[in-house]
């Protein structure tokens, strides 16, 4: 059996489309233009290239984007006036403070000080709480972009017994939350495992749908699968450099194997990475929307 592959980049420009259609919609009735600010303290390469693919998807969709540029040596105190700033500017609908962020800042600080109703990542305590007990929030974009995969893509959580593998506050812990929900998208059985999970391969093997972040490539192998299977790829792990000095990258899942027995599988570039500039994209929409009080 070959599995059918879940096409993150497709279902991604699939979604990008609605938004557009979304943000022309709220220029022509309301005059109204959602607006992100991009923050980026110091040079960290990696950082650059994530802050300009986010400039450059919100200039294909018709959201205004706000750069600020900071330097490595910015205190705590300047970063923290900027976000004040940001909070309080109208045109401003999003914040997003891209991390990791250099030595001297407190990214705790930072982090709470961004008002939640501007909070597009959805790392806000105010905003994760929310997301536990089942309220309207900022889903944070990658775990938003893995339920918007499945549910795109036909794959039924109700019922469904979903195991996820790593337990980080950007990935693990929040789709197990979001999962859990009682609502059609979600309705799952979760379990979560993580390093200190004994002979993780027990419980992977019982996973209708299986979910993996943990960062180390290739670490589920098809031994570890159930027949017929959906196979979730967060992972994205740099593995040397291709011919042309880019990064190569690859998933947490043997790709090749496990999807001879997968029933389903997203491919590690081109899975889960799209989307989650897409939900980040669509949280920008959310938070434009909910400022001048329409429906999410
Ligand atoms: N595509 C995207 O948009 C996107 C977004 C975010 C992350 N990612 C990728 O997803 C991967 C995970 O990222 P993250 O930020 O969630 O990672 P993280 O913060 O490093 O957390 C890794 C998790 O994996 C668990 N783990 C590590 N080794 C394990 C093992 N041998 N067996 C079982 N569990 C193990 C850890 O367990 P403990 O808690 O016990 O330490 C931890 O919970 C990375 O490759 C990252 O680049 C991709």
Known sequence: MTARIIDGKKIAEELKEELKGQVAQLKEKYSLVPGLATVLVGDDPASHVYVNLKIKNCQNLGIASFNYQLKADTSQEELLGLVHKLNSDPAVHGILVQVPLPKQINETEILLAIDPKKD???????????????????????????????????????????????????????????????????????????????????????????????????????????????????????????????????????????????????????????????????????AARLSIGLKP
Not at 154 to 176: D, F, M, Q, W, Y
Not at 183 to 198: D, E, K, L, Q, Y
Not at 220 to 243: F, H, L, P, S, Y
Not at 249 to 266: M, N, P, R
Request: with cysteine; net charge positive.
């Open 120 to 286: 597009v990542d959805g790392f806000h305590p105010y905003n994760l709480g929310k997301m536990v007990i089942g309220e309207n929030t900022f889903l944070s974009c990658t775990p938003g972009g893995i339920q918007q995969l499945l549910v795109r893509s036909n794959v039924k959580t109700e019922g469904a017994h979903v195991v996820v593998v790593g337990r980080s506050n950007i990935v693990g812990k929040p789709i197990a939350n979001i999962l859990l929900q009682k609502n059609s998208m979600a309705n799952a059985t979760v379990t979560v495992c993580h390093s200190r999970t004994p002979n993780i391969a027990n419980f992977t093997l019982q996973a209708d749908i299986l979910i993996v972040a943990i960062g180390i490539a290739g670490f589920i192998t098809a031994d570890m699968v159930k027949e017929g299977a959906t196979v979730i790829d967060v992972g994205t792990n740099r593995i040397g450099t291709t011919a042309t000095g880019k990064a190569k990258l690859t998933g947490d899942v043997a790709f090749e194997e496990v999807s001879q027995k997968a029933g389903a599988i997203t491919p590690s570039p081109g899975g889960v990475g799209p989307m989650t500039i897409a939900m980040l994209m669509a949280n920008t929409v959310k």
